[in-house]
């Protein structure tokens, strides 16, 4: 069975989604979507498929079994509930929403007609993230920076929706205990939204997390450290690597020994849309469902409370 899918938004990311589906033996690309109609003939004419201007024009002609939303956060809602509702299935990128309650709404909908709404956090398909979940892993201390140099390419949203969602997302999972406390600052640079934003959270039993994101900064920086009582993990996402360091004692004393583990690597976002559609045709569970992404956006509103509400945010552009 091969399942028809349709992009929502060819932009910079959702061209590739477009792309992926060409590539997957189980997938059949039967269509694009955007609002700049030019834009999705473009994408169209290059893959080879019709092109629309719209969510309700695609499925009036080609009937898709399921959809990726690529588009504008502020959008997700409508476009991802217009197409449940429609009977089919969707993933929609991250965040899944603006707010929770929409999520849930959606997670609603979903259930109710047995569809699958998975969501689109890319680095629980990273293969240094795959492989580390794949061992045991306990953590007593979590710290993760996610940084880039200003581009303008996101302008509806703030990091913490843009960025810290991934390392949220990635925190919880491998945390898995639920949070106690939450104390977040931010600040505004280039935009009227937190383009700086920090965070430090609490579990229940005990593991601290560190979460730093920025898109003021001079290079890309994409690396999660995991202290542990014997070791420490590093990750690198941009170069998807793991180095164990771990200390021993021998008859000279204290010895580090570094180990960098061999794993295949692959596309993440190849893998998060095989799975969707694996999903999709086996009536799976995503390994990141709409509950998952709506416990990972409850967690940046309240971080975006208390940087927006909580008299913490510095405007560093009003300021100079």
């Known amino acids: 069975m091969t399942i028809k899918i349709g992009v929502i938004g060819v932009g910079h990311l959702g061209q590739h989604h477009a792309r992926i589906y060409t590539e997957l033996l189980d997938a059949n690309l039967v269509g ?38 690529v588009v504008p956060t502020s959008q997700h809602y409508a476009i991802a509930k217009t197409a449940l509702e429609a009977g089919i299935h969707v993933l929609v990128e991250k965040p899944v929403t603006i707010r929770p309650e929409e999520a849930g709404e959606l997670l609603d909908i979903a259930a109710r007609k047995n569809l699958v709404l998975q969501v689109g956090h890319i680095e629980r398909f990273n293969s240094a993230i795959r492989y580390i979940s794949g061992i045991q892993c306990r953590p007593v201390y979590l710290d993760s920076r996610r940084t880039c140099p200003f581009t303008g390419r996101i302008n509806d949203v703030g990091v913490v929706l843009d960025l810290m969602i991934h390392d949220i997302d990635i925190v919880m999972s491998l945390v898995n205990s639920p949070i106690t406390r939450i104390a977040a600052t931010g600040a505004c640079v280039f935009t009227d939204y937190e383009d700086i934003a920090d965070a430090q959270i609490t579990f229940e039993n005990g593991v601290l997390a560190h979460i730093l994101v920025s898109r003021c900064a001079e290079k890309k920086c994409r690396q999660l450290e995991i202290v542990e009582r014997e070791r420490q993990i590093t990750i690198n996402y941009e170069q998807q690597t793991v180095q164990i360091s771990r200390c021993v004692t021998n008859s000279d004393g204290q010895v580090e020994i570094r180990e960098t583990p061999v794993f295949p690597k692959s596309e993440p976002l190849k893998l998060e849309l095989a799975d969707f559609v694996r999903c999709v045709k086996e009536k799976g569970k995503p390994i990141v469902g709409g509950s998952e992404g709506k416990r990972a956006l409850e967690v940046a509103v309240e971080i975006l409370r208390q940087i927006h509400e909580g008299n913490t945010q510095q405007s560093i552009k009003k300021a100079c």
């Open 32 to 69: 694009v979507a955007d609002s700049d109609l030019s834009r999705a003939q473009l994408i169209g004419e290059h893959l080879g498929v019709q092109a629309y201007s719209s969510l309700e024009e695609l499925i009036r002609r080609k009937h898709p079994d399921a959809i990726s939303v």
